[in-house]
Every structure is written in structure tokens, then in C-alpha cells.
């Protein structure tokens, strides 16, 4: 089992910056592809990034690339989520979420481990 509990949600204006955190627990991520996924009120959740542990390969959605930067940090067992450039659109709730195939994937039914999700409110 894997635990995971995010954090750094909040209310920001449009075009400004916030980072979620993801930390980790139960298991050693060495083998695992970690992402972040939204969900806006009303709507599917949708992927967002993710990241293999072993090699810090990334993977991003097209709607977030350039803006958003996602990271990990080993000693730490946590990962990141770099949004910069903030848009109202980018509201919703973000999940963090591990999949044990390390394999890079935006398909969140290849997740297998869920976290309960940080509000993100950009205000425009």
C-alpha cells in the first residue's frame, strides 16, 4: 500500500504561481510513475503530469506544458507540482497519484493509489 497526501492548495490570482506537495508512504517509489490529475467541478478529471521515480522522465498535458513543472525529491518521498502562470481554467481539485508499471501514462485508470486531493482556486 501506498499513502499519499497532498498539500499547498489555495486561492491565487490569475498568473500566479503555487506548489503542490505529494508526499509519499508505505512503499519505496524506486519502480513507480507518480502524477497529478484535476478535477474541475462539473467535469472528468483529467491528467496533468506524472513522473517516473527512477529516472525523473516527465510527462505533461498538453493544456499545462510550459506552465506547470513537476518534480520529485528522493529523500524526501514527496512530489511536486510547479504551476506558474496561473489561469481560472487551472481551477479545480488536484490528486496525486501513483502507478506501480512505471510506465509514463496520463490514463488514470492505470493508477493505482490515490491521494484525497488539494483545492486549487485561480481567481481571474
Known amino acids: 500500500q501506498v499513502q499519499l497526501v497532498e498539500s499547498g492548495g489555495g486561492l491565487v490570482q490569475a498568473g500566479g504561481s503555487l506548489r503542490l506537495s505529494c508526499a509519499a508512504s508505505?512503499?519505496?517509489?524506486?519502480?513507480?510513475?507518480m502524477g497529478w490529475f484535476r478535477q474541475a467541478a462539473g467535469k472528468e478529471r483529467e491528467f496533468v503530469a506524472c513522473i517516473r521515480w527512477s529516472d525523473s522522465s516527465t510527462y505533461y498535458a498538453s493544456s499545462v506544458k510550459g506552465r506547470f513543472t513537476i518534480s520529485r525529491d528522493n529523500a524526501k518521498n514527496t512530489v511536486y507540482l510547479q504551476m506558474n502562470s496561473l489561469k481560472p481554467e487551472d481551477t479545480a481539485l488536484y490528486y496525486c497519484?501513483?502507478?506501480?508499471?512505471?510506465?509514463?501514462?496520463?490514463?488514470?485508470?492505470?493508477?493505482?493509489?490515490w491521494g484525497q486531493g488539494t483545492q486549487v482556486t485561480v481567481s481571474s
Open positions: 508505505g512503499r519505496t517509489l524506486n519502480s513507480y510513475v
Open positions: 497519484a501513483a502507478d506501480r508499471t512505471s510506465l509514463l501514462t496520463g490514463t488514470a485508470s492505470r493508477y493505482d493509489y
